[in-house]
Structures are given as C-alpha cells and as structure tokens.
C-alpha cells in the first residue's frame, strides 16, 4: 500500500442563510421545533448537510511529502499565493472552483485518508458536487471495507479503521483520538469547527484554512500510527 500516491482530505462547511430559503423550506426545517432555542439550534446546524450549507474549505496533505494545500471559498487579504504552516498552500476562489479543485487533484492520487470521511466529507463533496452539475473524478464510496475497494480510489477512513468498522462500543472524536496518541489536537490553539461560520462570515479565511491544515496534519499523524500498528 505504501507505494500507492495518497493524501489526507478535509473539508470546512457552513450554513447558508436561513432566510435564503423559501417558506415551505423553512416551515419543513423547522417542524420539530418546539420553541426559539430549538429554532436557533437547527439554523445553527444548518451547516452539517449539502441540501443546506455550502463548502467553504478543501484540504489536502501528502503524507509522503509532507506539502498540502488549502482551498478556500472566500478572498485571501494577503498576496497569494501563500503559505500556511510551512509546506501547505493557501488557493481561493469560490465553492465551484474549490471543488472542481480537489477533483481535479484527486486524479493523480490512489489512496484517500481522512477520520469520518465515509460519513460526512465524501457524501457532503459528492452531493455538493452534483448540485454544482460537476462531475467527481473518484468515487470514494464504492464499499466500506478496504479490500474491497479499487486500488486507484481506495478510502481509509481513520473513523472505521481504528473502531474496526464499529466494533468499537464507543467511537470517539478526532480529538480524542489525536489526544489518546499523543498527537496536537487541531482544536488546541483555540478553532473548532464551530467557529468556521463565525469566522467566515468576518472574512477571516485564513484563521480556517490553518484550523484545516491542522486537521490535516493531526489525520496524518493519526495515520501513520494506523499503518505501523493496525494496518
């Protein structure tokens, strides 16, 4: 496996406005709202579907040659292009370019690592993708099960493997994971996830992308661990 092109993948999603939706949307989002807290929660989650949120990050990191780049929707306030801790590159444009991006990247790639990918990363890609009428150049969801999926589209998602595929009672968060191994959590200079929405609307794409190169980075670690032990 080691001699197969790989990289680790990650994206970044907000919500879009809950206004920008029409009323038979939002009455159908907000049905099981009970009152204004719940109301705000699910606008607040608006982020975690494609139907519903947008993506405004794509990372990608080689483990072999430890260079990556960030792909960020939104306008950079620095000159581009521009490096983002050491060897990852900042790229900009909007979500139609960062996703015709990646899958134009992903071609010379046969290996792709990522924690949760299966279930949010690829589904959110794909769909996001579809909607945009853009044609992805691998599918990453043909079978859960490494051994059974093509050598030149093979998915290692880090999530299943080290649960081996939800043996696992519990599963745990990339954090936990990182923290268990004794890698840097990208959480721990102080961005999660949650703050992208927040941060992009400021217009401070930077702040994400190194929060997404992080991820990236800490996934790497992670998957080294992976191959040396668990493989």
């Known amino acids: 496996m080691s001699m197969h092109p790989k990289i680790v993948f990650d994206i970044e999603t907000i919500g879009k406005d809950f206004d920008s939706f029409d009323d038979v949307s939002k009455e159908y989002l ?4 009970q009152d204004e807290e719940e109301k705000q929660e699910t606008k607040d989650r608006l982020g975690f579907y494609p ?3 947008e993506i405004v990050a794509i990372g990608i990191f080689n483990p072999q040659t430890e260079h990556g780049i960030v792909l960020s929707a939104g306008k950079s306030k620095k000159k581009l292009p521009q490096k983002l801790d050491d060897d990852i590159t900042l790229e900009t444009g909007d979500e139609r370019f960062i996703i015709e991006r990646f899958w134009e990247l992903a071609k010379s790639y046969h290996h792709f690592i990522s924690f ?13 993708s579809a909607i945009l009428g853009i044609h992805p150049s691998k599918n990453l969801l043909t079978n859960k099960y490494l051994n059974y999926q093509p050598d030149n589209a093979k998915h ?3 999530y299943d493997q080290l649960t081996f595929y939800g043996a696992m009672r519990k599963k745990f968060n990339l954090h936990m994971w990182t923290k268990a191994f004794g890698i840097e959590s990208p959480k721990e200079q102080g961005v999660t996830g949650n703050d992208v929405q927040k941060l992009f ?12 190169s992080r991820d990236l980075r800490s996934t790497a670690q992670l998957y080294n661990y992976w191959k040396e032990y668990l493989e």
């Open 51 to 53: 139907l519903t949120g």
């Open 156 to 158: 290692i998602d880090l």
């Open 116 to 128: 949760n990918g299966r279930q949010f990363d690829v589904p959110f890609l794909m769909i996001r």
């Open 201 to 212: 609307k400021k217009g401070d794409i930077e702040t994400i992308a190194r929060y997404n």
């Open 30 to 33: 907000l049905a099981f709202a």
